[in-house]
């Protein structure tokens, strides 16, 4: 998330406390950027649920930085579509990388008594989004959300009038007005409605306000209202069925950071090549696979993720740069003109990522979350009842959350899936005895998913069935991969070991482009197929090269329906199996975990679709001829602090994965209800069904000073030595705690909320009228704006 203008209305029910004193010695420059990076923490509630389609648009105004740009003339800035719009329902995406889009802007103002007018044209998918802001006063004590207004809408493409959404927010000094109104263009009568409406206010520290929401699905309206009212000290909530009184005091908060800087022993950001801004010129004879006007310049994102191009006017697909063309690094130096770097692209319709295997032990597991599958054995518990079961025990068929405890010698089983993908937490926590998950795994051993080990893991089965009998946690080796991205530069050294050979799931051409779905799917029966890699494509093709040169068809989706392929592994390791391994029926079989035969197990994965984030781009130095490499994401290691904050993670160790700044990911979600702001309790009975008021958040944040807040890398990448860096939470949601109802009572809060006038249809400007025609930028110049950076 980043700075919103909405936190005007946020952090009227809160008060941010000063930042923690140090407990050692940090950085010397007190003008650095650990220092002087800000950092944001705003209320998140019940109330504040239902303005996350205003954040999002508020987030974005932000990105564009116009009051960096005033007067500066029309100009382009750099989007974070996901980070605008992540609701907060999980955790940050690890495998798509930023999503940058280019708005066009226009910042102005006449005098220093006249307001400032933002215009804002930019396309989404097919649809136009016309914003048109003032904003003449700041937030004071008198005026405690400022004076500005934010007009804007959503015209789909074809439509003549803004069909897809309209909206608005008003401060001034008789309060703060937000309205929405989305209709599903698709069925005709559905619709989603907001009204907020914030009192007016002598100041920040107390007022009133309402928030109105209408939604109708399939002939069905629901209406909901919740009322709210503060004080200095407290905050009153009440949703239509529970009144709730909370303290504001951060001493008694939650909190959960989304979030993070990394930072050097001086305090400057930790730089990490990860991607660079482009832009093309569209080619018209050449490039016949995708939309766009000739001539015209398209701005762009490259990344370790793949290429993210913008959308042409009207298109509902980015546009497509085929391989051959040439694209221009922006680089900016600090001069009123980038320079530009020109390359030509290798656009892949997939991506091979390389597995290489590291060996852990399961001591090193103590605490970490595991995300667990049972197969076709109910597996016995002790000490909990998982729900009230009789007899108790992990069901068939079901993903549970365990983690090995160290110094009790076992497993521990903490959560179980309650579908989509959640997990919740056991009303009691239970043990598992060894022999029992041994029996369970029936010599296949351990496999599961951590996040906080950074992905899969597995424990063979001769070395799991140790366990119950000779137990030497501090031994049992735990198989772990890291993970890169393979290059064109590398696929003739693959193809010369007999290029690539598929153990099972295996996709050819054919059945690629047959799929429908998404997965493994009919892949399943497929075994032993051969592979080779084109260099010149950067794609898979489906046959074994020939004297060491590529042959075959490339296997590559074209639609959305994203594939996978099983383990591969180059020629020479796939007849290193076969000599280890027995033959079974009529001829040699093979099975995923034959990999771990190997002495240092390495192997290959295919994925392919038309989405950017399931292909990859590559680029060739022009001048040098040499490709330039992106780096993944940085594993870094952090130390969590016994104490019982951190619940049954104090005193671990967990993995987490720093992609660029301010995007440092892997910290497990928990689940919190908003109606109390407390972690969520289940009903005893398992599966639980999902609470509509269920917010998930980071289980934990990392604190701001140098005895504790900082991650460890623990292997060089490019110019990041190995070594210990300083962290900074930039955006923190707070969780103010509950107090009981007669603190309310006694102070007045739970007296009814009167609003003159709910904000409605009516109060909406049509922006268009007052942007007035989009000027034509000839040549499109380089974005000014890179995520509310500004550049030059």
């Excluded at 923490?41 to 504040?48: A, F, L």
């Excluded at 090193?364 to 667990?372: A, D, F, G, T």
């Amino acid at each position: 998330m980043k700075t919103c203008l909405v936190r005007l209305f946020i952090l009227a029910i809160t008060a941010i406390s000063a930042l923690p004193a140090f407990a050692v010695t940090a950085p010397a420059n007190s003008a650095s950027p650990y220092y002087t990076d800000v950092a944001n923490s705003y209320v998140y509630d019940q109330v504040t649920e239902d303005m996350l389609f205003l954040n999002g648009f508020l987030c974005m105004m932000s990105g564009m930085a116009p009051n960096l740009m005033v007067n500066s003339g029309d100009y382009i800035a750099l989007i974070d579509a996901e980070a605008c719009f992540t609701s907060g329902s999980g955790s940050k995406s690890s495998n798509k990388g930023k999503q940058y889009f280019p708005v066009q802007v226009n910042s102005s103002r006449s005098s220093n008594s006249q307001p400032m007018i933002t215009k804002v044209w930019f396309d989404l998918q097919g649809a136009e989004v016309p914003l048109y802001s003032t904003a003449s006063q700041a937030p004071s004590k008198y005026l405690p959300y400022g004076a500005f207004r934010i007009d804007g809408c959503v015209k789909l493409s074809g439509q003549q009038t803004c069909d897809g959404m309209t909206g608005y927010i008003d401060a001034s000094k008789y309060g703060l007005s937000f309205y929405y109104l989305w209709k599903d263009t698709n069925t005709t009568g559905n619709f989603a409605e907001l009204s907020l409406q914030l009192g007016s206010a002598s100041s920040a520290n107390s007022g009133s306000g309402i928030v109105v929401t209408n939604n109708k699905s399939n002939n069905v309206l629901t209406s909901n209202a919740i009322l709210f009212a503060y004080s200095p000290d407290y905050f009153f909530r009440n949703d239509g069925t529970i009144n709730k009184c909370f303290n504001r005091s951060l001493n008694y908060a939650q909190e959960s950071a989304w979030r993070y800087g990394l930072y050097d022993a001086n305090g400057e950001h930790l730089a990490h090549l990860t991607g660079f801004p482009i832009e093309y010129t569209y080619n018209a004879t050449t490039n016949q696979t995708g939309t766009g006007t000739a001539g015209t310049v398209y701005n762009g994102y490259i990344s370790y993720y793949g290429l993210s191009m913008q959308y042409a006017a009207g298109a509902t697909t980015q546009v497509v740069v085929p391989t051959g063309e040439t694209v221009n690094q922006i680089i900016y130096n600090g001069t009123s003109t980038p320079t530009k770097k020109p390359y030509t692209v290798i656009n892949s319709g997939g991506k091979l990522t390389k597995y290489t295997t590291t060996a852990k032990t399961l001591s090193i597991l103590n605490k970490l979350p595991i995300w667990y599958w049972t197969y076709a054995n109910t597996i016995p518990v002790t000490g909990g009842t998982l729900g009230g079961r009789t007899p108790a025990g992990m069901q068939p068929s079901t993903y549970y959350e365990i983690y090995w405890d160290d110094t009790a010698k076992n497993f521990v089983v903490t959560g179980e899936s309650v579908g989509g993908g959640a997990m919740q937490t056991l009303p009691v926590s239970s043990t598992v005895a060894n022999s029992a998950m041994v029996t369970a795994a029936n010599g296949y051993g351990l496999s599961g998913w951590s996040q906080l080990l950074g992905g899969n893991f597995t424990i063979k089965g001769a070395d799991f069935a140790l366990l119950a009998t000779t137990l030497t946690p501090s031994l049992t080796p735990v198989i772990t991969q890291t993970q890169d991205v393979v290059y064109p530069q590398d696929f003739a050294a693959i193809n010369a070991k007999g290029g690539l050979k598929c153990i099972g799931d295996c996709p050819t051409s054919t059945t690629a482009n047959a799929f429908t779905g998404t997965g493994w799917g009919p892949f399943a029966a497929l075994v032993n197929q051969s592979y080779s890699l084109n260099p010149a494509t950067g794609n898979l093709l489906d046959a074994a090269p020939v004297s060491g040169a590529p042959s075959g068809l490339p296997v590559v989706k074209t639609s959305t329906s994203a594939i996978y392929s099983g383990k591969l592994v180059t020629g020479t390791d796939a007849t290193t199996i076969l000599g280890i391994k027995a033959t079974c029926f009529s001829g040699p079989c093979y099975s995923q975990s034959d990999v771990d035969l190997l002495t240092n197990p390495v192997y290959y994965v295919w994925q392919t679709s038309s989405d950017y984030w399931s292909q990859m781009a590559f680029l060739t130095d022009q001048a040098t001829n040499t490709q330039v490499t992106f780096y993944p994401p940085l594993p870094v290691s952090f130390a969590v602090p016994n104490t019982s904050t951190y619940g049954s993670l104090a005193g671990s160790t967990v993995t987490l994965q720093y992609g660029d700044f301010g995007d440092l990911w892997g910290i497990p979600n928990k689940c919190v209800d908003l109606t109390t702001n407390t972690d969520c309790v289940f009903a005893p009975a398992i599966p639980a069904t999902p609470s509509a008021n269920q917010h998930w958040a980071p289980q934990f944040s990392i604190p701001f000073n140098t005895t504790e807040g900082f991650v460890t890398v623990g292997q060089a990448q490019g110019t990041i030595a190995a070594g210990d860096y300083l962290v900074k939470a930039l955006d923190k949601e707070i969780r103010l705690a509950e107090v009981p109802i007669v603190v309310c009572q006694a102070l007045g809060l739970t007296k009814p909320v009167t609003i003159a006038k709910l904000p409605s249809s009516s109060d909406w400007l049509d922006p268009r009228p007052l942007l007035g025609t989009k000027p034509v930028l000839n040549p499109v110049p380089a974005p000014r704006v890179i995520d509310g950076v500004k550049q030059y």
